[in-house]
C-alpha cells in the first residue's frame, strides 16, 4: 500500500509504503512495554515499521488508546482522556510536511510539556463556504520560525517537519494531523485527546481527517 506523502497532492507526489498501528488496548505488544521510556517507545514504533517494510505507520481516529496513560499530561482530571481524535502518522524526524488545503496561519505555539503536542501549527481554511481548522502536532522547533498569525499557506506548500524527541513533546517522532470544524476559542493548541463521556461532543467537532485525504484501507 501506498500513502500519498504528508499530504503532497501535485501531479507527481511523493509515495511511502505504509502500516496501520494500532495503539488500543487490543494490541498486547502494549502491556510489555515501557512507554514512559521514550527511546523504548520510539524502537517499538520503527521496529513495527521495519517489520512491515514500511515507511510510515498510521492510524488512530476514533481509537480508545492506553498509551496515554505513559503521560500526567492526560490524567490530571477525575476521568482520563484515552479517546484519540486525529490520525497519526510515525515517520522519521525531519519528515517535510505539506499542507493539503489552502487556508492561512490561525495560531500556533511550542505546548511544551511531557507528552504534549510540542511544536503545533493550526491553519485556518473555507470548505463549501464554511470554517475549517487542520492541527499540525509534534513538529520541530524550527517549523515555527517566521510564522506569523494570518500568513497565507498554498495547498502542497511545506509548512514542518516531523520533530525528534524531545523538542516534539516526547513522543516516537510522527505528525498528529486534527481537523476541527469549531476551535472552541482556542489558539495554538486542542485538545487531541478526549474523554470517553465526552467522545460524542468532541466527534462531532473533529471530523475524521480521513474523509479529506482518503488513505485506502484507513477507516
Known amino acids: 500500500m501506498l500513502l500519498p506523502f504528508l499530504f503532497q497532492k501535485d501531479a507527481h507526489p511523493v509515495k511511502a509504503p505504509y502500516v496501520v498501528l494500532d495503539f488500543s488496548a487490543t494490541n498486547p505488544d502494549l502491556a510489555t512495554l515501557d512507554l514512559t521510556d521514550t527511546v523504548t517507545f520510539t524502537d517499538y514504533v520503527f521496529g513495527k515499521l521495519r517489520e512491515a517494510g514500511a ?5 488512530g481516529y476514533n481509537e480508545h488508546r492506553v498509551i496515554y496513560r505513559r503521560s500526567a499530561h492526560f490524567n490530571t482530571d477525575e476521568e482520563p482522556r484515552e479517546i ?10 525531519g519528515t517535510p510536511v505539506y499542507a493539503p488545503l489552502a487556508g492561512n496561519v490561525h495560531s500556533f505555539q511550542d ?3 511531557f507528552g504534549d503536542y510540542g511544536p503545533t501549527i493550526i491553519l485556518e481554511h473555507t470548505v463549501d463556504g464554511k470554517p475549517l481548522y487542520s492541527l499540525y502536532g509534534h513538529l520541530t522547533r524550527s517549523s515555527l520560525e517566521g510564522l506569523s498569525v494570518g500568513k497565507r499557506v498554498e495547498e ?3 509548512i514542518a517537519e516531523i520533530g525528534p524527541y524531545p523538542e516534539n513533546g516526547d513522543w516516537p ?3 498528529h494531523f486534527q481537523l476541527m470544524t469549531d476551535m472552541l476559542g482556542n489558539e495554538g493548541d ?4 478526549c ?3 465526552d467522545r460524542a461532543k468532541f466527534l462531532a467537532i473533529c471530523p475524521n481527517p480521513n474523509d479529506l485525504l482518503g488513505i485506502p484501507g484507513l477507516s
Open 195 to 197: 474523554s470517553v463521556s
Open 55 to 59: 515507511q510510515v505507520g498510521v492510524g
Open 84 to 93: 484519540h481524535l486525529g490520525i497519526d502518522f510515525w515517520a522519521e524526524a
Open 111 to 113: 505546548n511544551d510539556h
Open 190 to 193: 486542542f485538545p487531541g485527546v
Open 156 to 158: 502542497n506548500e511545506q
Open 173 to 175: 517522532p510522527h505528525l
